[in-house]
């Protein structure tokens, strides 16, 4: 089992700026890849970004490139998500994942997930 907190939403403004954090606890982190996804309401669940279990491989979601960056601390079993020139459409639950194995972009294929952080962005 994966134990997964989330960490770091809350309100901003378009424009700025917010850091993500994820902690987990349970079996060995560092061998899991990990994940982010969003939900806004009545909307379905987007991907945002995965990276390895060594962090030498990361993937985003088409509207997160160039402003998102996932990362890793595998030290303190915690992921990351940098969110900069945050939208308005930004405006969702967000959730980590984790996947035994290779990073992955379906939301399907994650084992464990948290209770996610609500991000909301204001004009």
């Known amino acids: 089992q994966v134990q997964l907190v989330e960490s770091g939403g809350g309100l901003v403004q378009a424009g700025g700026s917010l850091r993500l954090s994820c902690a987990a606890s349970?079996?060995?982190?560092?061998?899991?890849?990990m994940g982010w996804f969003r939900q806004a309401p009545g909307k379905e669940r987007e991907f945002v970004a995965t990276?390895?279990?060594?962090?030498?491989?990361?993937y985003y979601g088409d509207s997160m490139k160039g402003r998102f960056t996932i990362s890793r601390d595998n030290a303190k079993n915690t992921v990351f998500l940098q969110m900069n020139s945050l939208k308005t459409e930004d405006t969702a639950v967000y959730y980590c994942a984790a996947v035994d194995g290779f990073p992955r972009t379906s939301g399907l294929e994650y084992d464990y997930w948290g209770q996610g952080t609500q991000v909301t962005v204001s004009e």
């Open positions: 990276i390895s279990w060594s962090g030498g491989r990361t």
């Open positions: 349970g079996r060995t982190f560092s061998a899991y890849a």
